[in-house]
């Protein structure tokens, strides 16, 4: 089982460019959620999909989007990247409905803003 | 609001002793508490995982604890070891209808020197 995984795992981009990050849940997961890891902090939720839907949003700008495939790999796109926005960005994939579901993560992608 | 604490923020101690890390959390309503262990740039690996019923559970030369009275836990690392050198993540779950929420605490920075 390869577990959940995301590429790239490093990627640097220049302010106001766009970048797309991707990830692949563990097998058998149907649920893909994002978060943003700054330099010694706890991860922040940006948002969940199931389904392909965009189910639940943290409190992070517009300029921050995703998708789900039907295979529920997972995009996450931003928008006029900010020196802030560097951060790693981790992506955890679950089951729905199953009770006390363990959350996995992917190693992440370590993204610097230039 | 929903907010889980941890603390020490950093903690430094010899190989072979013991270290206890604290979580205090205001989630409601509570689903479980997860502690994840993160090594730097990596994601976050879930080490125990304790529901409303569950008082102590071991995990090898770890030991959780959850007082769901005082909405508080511990995680003791007992005999450390210099891999044990890593972040330590309190991560509670609420059981909120169709998308359960993680919430993090900031994490322990802990390092094991020789």
């Known amino acids: 089982d390869a577990g959940v995984t995301q590429s790239p795992t490093h990627l640097i981009k220049t302010r106001g460019q766009q970048v797309t990050l991707r990830c692949s849940p563990k097998s058998g997961h149907d649920t893909v959620s994002w978060y943003q890891q700054a330099l010694g902090q706890g991860p922040q939720f940006i948002f969940q999909y199931y389904e392909e839907e965009e189910r639940q949003r943290g409190n992070f700008p517009d300029r921050f989007s995703g998708h789900q495939f039907p295979n529920y790999s997972s995009e996450l796109n931003v928008n006029a990247l900010l020196l802030g926005d560097s951060a790693l960005y981790l992506c955890?994939?679950?089951?729905?409905?199953?009770?006390?579901?363990?959350?996995?993560f992917g190693q992440g992608t370590r993204l610097t803003v230039v | 609001k929903n907010q889980v604490e941890q603390s020490p923020q950093s903690l430094i101690i010899l190989e072979g002793k013991n270290c206890t890390l604290q979580c205090n959390y205001t989630v409601s309503p509570f689903s479980n508490l997860r502690w994840y262990k993160q090594d730097t740039g990596r994601g976050p690996v879930s080490l125990t995982i304790?529901?409303?019923?569950?008082n102590t559970k071991s995990n090898g030369r770890y030991t959780a604890t959850l007082d769901a009275d005082t909405k508080q836990s511990s995680l003791h690392i007992t005999a450390s070891q210099l891999s044990d050198s890593a972040s330590y993540i309190c991560v509670v779950t609420d059981n909120q209808t169709g998308a359960n929420n993680l919430f993090f605490g900031t994490g322990t920075r802990l390092t094991v020197i020789p």
């Open positions: 304790m529901t409303f019923s569950e």
């Open positions: 955890a994939s679950r089951i729905e409905g199953v009770s006390d579901t363990e959350a996995f």
